[in-house]
Nanobody, 117 residues
């Protein structure tokens, strides 16, 4: 599966942004999906996940502010981000894994989110 993330940009603190991750080559419904981010000078970190059944899990740092959803008909994963903080500034990546492994083996190219204070 190929993944293409989009929707990043510059937003003021307290604002909202919605990222998209378009899948191609395979059906999104066949994969567990995740969002990750990497801030400047920091390691990549888990943001949240969305399983094939639609169950979600979030990092504590974004819980209550971010929502992951998928539209299998559109083959697209979303990350809705609200009440953004400057510390949310990062490159955001979507990733996919099959049911056979716990590792995300497929990654999109990333989209930059910058939150100004």
């Amino acid at each position: 599966v190929q993944l293409q993330a989009s929707g990043g940009g510059l937003v003021q603190a307290g604002g909202s942004l919605k990222l998209s991750c378009a899948a191609s080559g395979r059906r999104l419904r066949d994969y567990h999906m995740g969002w990750f981010r990497q801030a400047p000078g920091k390691e990549r970190e888990f943001v949240g996940s969305n399983t094939r059944s639609g169950s979600t899990n979030y990092a504590d740092s974004v819980k209550g502010r971010f929502t992951i959803a998928r539209d299998n008909a559109k083959n697209t994963l979303y990350l809705e981000m609200n009440t953004l903080k400057p510390e949310d500034t990062a490159i955001y990546y979507c990733a996919a894994r099959t049911i056979l492994t716990a590792d995300y083996g497929y990654w999109g190219q990333g989209t930059l989110v910058t939150v100004s204070s």
